[in-house]
């Protein structure tokens, strides 16, 4: 299949580009975008935003990376249990399932590891704020540069709180 493509080109009253691809799915959308910067050619960010559209699209997540650790707050309100999958583990993903946790009674389930796929589980239920949220304990993509500090520890939150 062959995409749609839309070129729009927008006023500014800045130097610099930005390149915003949507890809309008069967079920829904998917979103990357790049901003340039002084001295990076927009080749190459957009370049960028074509790996990471490639990437999502060729994943089994219906949410892209982006999205999934925004839709974690609204799945945690909702009080039934929801299940999702991303195409790629983010670190603010894992963040913001440990901050929701500890404000809401909601059990968040990250299975997969970091840049990985995974399937995100929020489950309501009391006293679910002082049990940790859980991920796969699956090591970071070899060669990554964040392997070092990629992953929250599972143990962090209660090593802080005794």
């Not at 340039?36 to 074509?50: K, M, S």
């Not at 006293?127 to 699956?138: D, E, I, K, N, V």
Request: with cysteine.
């Amino acid at each position: 299949m062959i995409p749609e493509l839309e070129v729009e080109e927008l006023p500014a009253s800045t130097r610099g580009t930005v390149l915003l691809l949507l890809a309008a799915c069967e079920q829904g959308r998917g979103c990357c975008f790049a901003l340039g910067a002084r001295g990076v050619r927009a080749e190459a960010g957009g370049g960028r935003a074509a790996q990471a559209l490639a990437s999502f699209l060729g994943s089994d997540g219906a949410v892209d990376p982006w999205l999934a650790d925004q839709i974690l707050l609204p799945l945690a309100l909702a009080g039934e249990t929801s299940s999702l999958r991303t195409g790629a583990v983010t670190r603010h993903l894992l963040t913001n399932a440990e901050v929701i946790r500890l404000f809401l009674p909601v059990k968040i389930q990250v299975d997969g590891a970091l840049g990985g796929p995974a399937t995100i589980q929020v489950r309501p239920g009391p006293g679910s704020a002082t049990a940790p949220c859980t991920r796969a304990a699956a090591a970071p993509p070899e060669g990554s540069d964040r392997a070092e500090s990629a992953l929250l520890r599972e143990t962090s939150m209660a090593d802080r709180q005794r």
